[in-house]
């Protein structure tokens, strides 16, 4: 899970001073572990967090007790604080509070039994199909633009809706196979080679149009790469010759969505979903669906897509033998008959 970045206005204007075990904890984070100096920052205004509460309460860090958690987490949900906020400020909390018991200071994890108050899972928003092959299929007026930035732009969105990647997956797509490669599109049997989530790796079909938009691109890609440039090997490159970021990608596509003419802008992960969405729809396939995201568990493919109850149910009434049609082929539904009472 992701935080936003908080603004200036967020932060504690005048922060008490780290308890001693905190301040050697953000140590161990920052120094041992390595963290990223922004999740060192959130975990500090976690802690900070709990070390009032404890303060408050009149409870030293190391004498916290689940009872005690159970009712701060209370108060922060009653005071607006999302299931999702809780979730990972208890994190933040768990993680301290293995490392106490690591360096012998609490017998055990008060935060390991406790959990935040369940949070609504809104569905990922998708478009439509209309509105995909808008988007996918969006020109500039003659005369405006760049055509090698179209070319790679068009590239980038087609891929995206073509094949369900993640901003991540796209992004580290090379040019042309190699040891290295952390992925990339085998133009000649049609397939795209990722490495995904937990490094695991899959392929995908890709489809005629992303095909002829990656033609087109690469028949430019070269008036901006450079050889031995940090971007040598990236599919998609700036026009410096780096690898696209991630970052870089998300903000290409919401401008290319607005241009498009869409209401809402679009980012990446939203044509991935549109991607599960319409195949979903169309065949029917949930485990087709779940081997072309790269899901581990059938359960993310059914909460990541959206099918309406009236489609399953009109899939089920056709094809299951205990359906009220009968469902099978060719047989004729035997209707049982009120029993006698």
């Given at each position: ?27 161990h ?13 959130l ?52 993680g ?12 055990g ?32 007026p ?9 070319a790679?732009?068009r590239c ?10 993640r ?175």
């Amino acid at each position: 899970m992701t935080r936003t970045p908080l603004a200036a206005s967020q932060l504690p204007p005048a922060a008490p001073a780290l308890h001693p075990l905190v301040a050697r904890y953000l140590t161990h984070v920052r120094v041992e572990k390595r963290l990223a100096q922004r999740t060192v920052e959130l975990y500090t205004l976690d802690l900070q967090k709990l070390q009032a509460s404890a303060d408050k309460a009149g409870v030293a860090l190391t004498e916290v007790r689940s009872t005690h958690l159970r009712r701060w987490v209370a108060q922060m949900h009653s005071g607006g604080r999302s299931g999702r906020g809780i979730a990972l400020i208890l994190s933040g909390w768990r993680g301290f509070y293995t490392w106490l018991g690591r360096e012998g200071l609490v017998s055990g994890n008060p935060v390991q039994d406790v959990r935040a108050p369940k949070a609504a899972k809104p569905l990922p928003k998708a478009l439509s199909v209309d509105e995909a092959v808008q988007l996918a299929s969006y020109q500039p007026p003659s005369g405006q633009g760049d055509p090698q930035l179209e070319a790679r732009d068009r590239c980038i969105t087609e891929l995206l809706y073509g094949c369900g990647l993640r901003i991540g997956e796209l992004a580290g797509l090379d040019a042309r196979a190699s040891a290295q490669a952390r992925g990339w599109v085998d133009l000649d049997a049609a397939e795209a080679h990722v490495l995904g989530k937990g490094s695991k790796r899959r392929s995908v079909p890709v489809g005629s149009k992303a095909l002829q938009a990656l033609q087109r691109w690469l028949a430019v890609r070269g008036n901006w790469a450079r050889e031995g440039g940090p971007g040598e090997n990236a599919l998609f490159i700036s026009q410096r010759g780096t690898r696209l970021t991630p970052q870089h990608i998300r903000v290409r596509l919401k401008q290319r969505s607005l241009q498009a003419g869409l209401a809402t802008p679009v980012h990446p992960h939203m044509l991935r979903h549109s991607y599960a969405s319409h195949l979903l729809q169309s065949s029917g396939d949930l485990r087709a669906v779940q081997e072309l995201l790269g899901h581990a568990s059938i359960t993310s493919t059914q909460v990541y897509t959206r099918l309406d109850f009236q489609h399953l149910a009109k899939v089920y009434d056709a094809a299951h033998p205990r359906a009220l049609s009968g469902g099978l082929p060719g047989k004729v539904p035997v209707k049982a008959s009120n029993p006698k009472i």
